[in-house]
């Protein structure tokens, strides 16, 4: 079995307050990146699949060479291998370009059983690039996984999680899962891992190495632009505290408040 | 010349810095207003090896540098001033005194518990009448009989002895006196005659018990002598000597985060019609706290290269520790300034900071002695 985990790096949510939005329109936020957060249940889980029903696991990016950072903390992890996609034809690709040279990427290093992603990126929110891999592949797709049952007889088990509760379905591999946080808890790499992770050669392939020509990706195919960014302002709170002297008066108080001012009784 | 991490010590930073976020800082204000010890963080630690970081593969470590104790101790300082005292007290005194002086025989019979963090350890020199002067202070005693050593007396101020398994005792093994007439033994807390007194009342650090410790007639093997008899100053100085780097990241940690805390607050509130962050003197604070933090930090990763090549480091570590320490002091003290009011109020972190920051420049060396031993080093190198 192999296992394939498609992963983003992305800026730390901690550091978005103070990103502007020319600096996320230009792609330059200036923050501290990280491996994309929901990306970190993919991980835990593609090392998991592999732990359960044996094989390898390869964590798989698209970008520059910062991007090597998230690689290696999957590495950390526990992934046995690393692969990066990039080109400079690459740049500015929207989630139908970089779900192709995602699925490129998988048919070039021969091909995956189960592919995982996470849910979505914390910068781009759209969690479409699963959807547009299974697409490229043309091989089923299962969003919102929380659970993996099974993987036997060339086919896997999920549950998935549900506004109205849990699905369990079943689909043939070679499949993509889309992995909610629920799955599992991330592991932290041991320092011994991480020794390892850091001296493991990241191997970089091209748009050559992909057969990708520079009209298939980048600004020149992308269907999605991103014209304007606004930055919603903070919300401003009133605090307003009770005084009394006893529970019983701060209570009538704030009942007379709730009804007669702010009128939501 | 290189200033930047290797990816190495960048990844270990980014995962220490991750677990922190999330297993230690967390409970900080918890352990601070209960006492209670960090038993959540520190067997996590263990798991993922942090409480082994530096103990040989061998017998069970990680075999990672001192830069990379360096930058644990920074993160752990960062997130909780307890959690991190409890392991430095671990790893770097009661540990570290093993790694580097014991037998073949005891390594092998304590450190793969101690690195694994299935055991934990401390180191007890401070008596009721020696603390800084450990020569003429030291009137706990360990005589043959036998094959064993009986040892009377008490300590004080010893960091996880109600939690170790195994702390390691200075103690006077040669009547005559001198530096040569002290000796380091290890001691199983569980011998008769070992009785731990209640964590003692501190200003900070409530999560890190300290504690009082008499010893009657308490019997060890004569094979629980670490290094070699009556040598035992001189080892003790050494182990505090590698300990120093790790205090100092430690009053690192603590800066930063009152640091950043005090700059997150001056970004939010406004005085005088304009965010405090935009007044010089406020400015002119944070540029204080920032460039001391900068200069201990840089001061203590030479000491951990230095260490790590193999050279002298004696004088750099106590540089180091002499800046950090002092800085955690100005910079807690700075951070509940730009907070104004609020800093004094147990509502904010800086508060805890300014008290857990307040012992750094007194365990494992004061300031004073830091001196001490930079002064010497400089008039007779």
């Known amino acids: 079995m192999k296992y394939v985990v498609c992963l983003k790096q992305t800026p730390d949510t901690t550091e978005l307050p103070k990103i502007t939005p020319e600096q996320a329109l230009a792609g330059n936020e200036g923050a501290t990146l990280v491996l994309n957060p929901w990306d970190e249940y993919a991980v835990e889980e593609g090392i998991r699949l592999k732990e359960r029903f044996g094989g390898e696991t390869v964590a798989l990016s698209m970008g520059p060479e910062s991007v090597d950072q998230a690689l290696r903390s999957a590495l950390a992890m526990g992934c046995d291998r690393a692969v990066r996609l990039w080109d400079p034809s690459f740049a500015d690709s929207d989630y139908w370009s970089t779900a192709l040279i995602l699925a490129r990427g998988i048919e070039k290093d021969g091909g995956a059983d189960i592919i995982v992603t996470g849910k979505m990126s914390v910068d781009g929110n759209a969690a479409a690039v699963a959807h547009g891999i299974a697409c490229k592949l043309g091989i089923p797709l299962l969003t919102q996984v929380a659970r993996v049952v099974d993987v036997s007889d060339g086919r896997i088990t999920v549950e998935r999680l549900l506004d109205e509760g849990r699905e369990t379905v079943t689909a043939p591999l070679p499949v993509v899962i889309s992995v909610v946080k629920e799955i599992n808890e991330p592991r932290y790499p041991t320092f011994i891992r991480i020794r390892k992770a850091s001296r493991t050669p990241i191997p970089v392939l091209s748009a050559a190495d992909l057969n990708i020509a520079p009209e298939e990706v980048g600004q020149a195919a992308a269907r999605v632009r991103w014209t304007h960014l606004v930055k919603p302002e903070p919300k401003k709170r009133q605090v307003t505290i009770i005084e009394g002297d006893t529970p019983e008066e701060k209570a009538r108080k704030l009942l007379d408040y709730l009804m007669d001012v702010e009128k939501v009784l | ?381």
């Open chain 2, 1 to 381: 010349m290189e200033f930047a991490l290797s990816e190495e010590h960048r990844l270990f930073r980014d995962t220490v810095r991750g677990f922190v976020a999330k297993e230690v800082r967390p409970r900080a204000r918890h352990i601070d207003e209960t006492g209670e010890f960090p038993w959540d963080a520190i067997r996590k630690m263990g798991e993922l090896g942090l409480l082994g970081l530096d103990v040989p593969e061998a017998y069970g470590g990680m075999g990672a540098d001192t830069l990379s104790v360096a930058i644990l101790f920074e993160e752990l300082g960062a997130g909780c001033g307890s959690t991190a005292l409890v392991a430095e007290a671990h790893l770097c005194l009661g540990t570290a005194a093993i790694v580097m002086f014991g037998s073949e025989a005891q390594k092998q019979r304590y450190l793969p518990a101690l690195a694994s963090g299935q055991s934990l350890a401390g180191l007890g020199l401070t008596e009721p009448g020696a603390g800084s002067d450990l020569v003429h202070g030291i009137r706990t005693t360990a005589r043959r009989d036998g094959n064993e050593w009986v040892i009377n007396g008490a300590k004080m101020w010893l960091t996880n002895a109600g939690v170790a398994d195994y702390v390691v005792l200075l103690v006077r093994t040669g009547p005559e006196g001198g530096s040569r007439s002290l000796s380091q033994m290890i001691v199983p807390t569980d011998t008769p005659g070992f009785e731990v007194g209640p964590p003692e009342k501190k200003m900070g650090l409530h999560g890190a018990w300290s504690h009082a410790v008499s010893l009657d007639n308490v019997r060890v093997p004569l094979e629980n002598l670490l290094g070699e008899e009556n040598m035992g100053l001189h080892q003790t100085l050494q182990v505090l000597d590698g300990g120093r780097i790790a205090i100092a990241a430690l009053a690192l940690g603590i800066a930063r985060s009152a640091y950043e805390a005090a700059l997150q607050y001056a970004r939010e509130r406004t005085t005088f019609g304009k965010p405090l962050v935009e007044h010089q003197a406020i400015q002119f604070k944070l540029a204080d706290m920032a460039t001391r933090i900068e200069a201990a930090r840089l001061m203590i990763y030479r000491a951990a290269w230095l260490k790590d090549q193999g050279q002298p480091f004696t004088k750099e570590a106590a540089m180091a520790k002499l800046v950090a320490t002092e800085t955690a002091e100005f910079v807690t003290r700075e951070a509940i300034q730009i907070h104004g009011g609020y800093g004094y109020s147990r509502e904010y972190e800086v508060e805890r900071m300014y008290r857990d920051a307040r012992l750094m420049s007194i365990g494992e060396g004061t300031t004073e002695i830091m001196k001490m031993v930079i002064g010497k080093r400089l008039v007779t190198e």
